[in-house]
């Protein structure tokens, strides 16, 4: 696992010693063209982080900053040692991902990548409403969903529509923006 672009190409990222999947890089490859032009100047959350790949990867391509939240302590640790060995300064809050979610009020975020576990089906869905009902997101906010091939996710979730839909692998990835469904 490394970062494939930016001011960090090449480095490798310490994974966790536990059962996170982490995003392929043919997939984050994928996720980060189609973001190519929407990453400088953001800050980024990354829930369900596992390494912190995700978001060290829009860190790396000129993100403003990176939250990043886990519920697992290999993980967050995993993360903590991306973070230093970048040299990014992040926040990492270890907690399940609701209970996070709600502590971050005010703060807000303009990119947001949410990659649960693919047995936890409800969990992309759940996480859109909660940055929704917590407003966590800017007006100009862009969210990416991971989630398994196969799996449906509403064009509308709260305050979310749908944009864009791509799958790559085992993975899909969808995109939503506040308001209405382009």
């Known amino acids: 696992m490394r970062i494939i672009a930016g001011s960090h190409k090449g ?14 890089d043919r ?9 190519q032009f929407s ?3 953001r800050d980024v959350l990354d829930v369900f982080a596992g390494s912190g790949a995700l978001g060290l990867e829009a860190v790396s391509r000129g993100a403003n900053s990176a939250v990043f939240v886990d519920s697992d302590q290999k993980s967050v640790e995993a993360i903590e040692k991306n973070c230093k060995l970048i040299g990014c300064r992040a926040d990492v809050i270890k907690g399940n991902f609701v209970q996070a979610l709600s502590r971050l009020k005010p703060r807000k975020f303009s990119l947001v990548f949410v990659d649960p576990p693919y047995e936890n089906e409800d969990y992309c869905q759940t996480c859109l409403e909660t940055l929704c009902a917590n407003e966590l997101l800017t007006t100009d906010a862009i969210v990416a969903c991971e989630h398994k091939r196969g799996t ?11 944009f864009k839909e791509r799958a790559v692998g085992i993975a899909t990835f969808s995109f939503y ?5 382009l």
């Open 39 to 41: 990453i400088a100047g």
């Open 11 to 24: 480095r490798k990222l310490t994974a966790p010693k536990n059962n996170a999947r982490p995003t392929l």
């Open 152 to 162: 449906e996710l509403p064009d509308k979730i709260a305050c979310l529509a749908k």
């Open 27 to 35: 997939a984050k490859e994928t996720l980060f063209n189609i973001l």
């Open 177 to 181: 923006e506040m308001g209405e469904k």
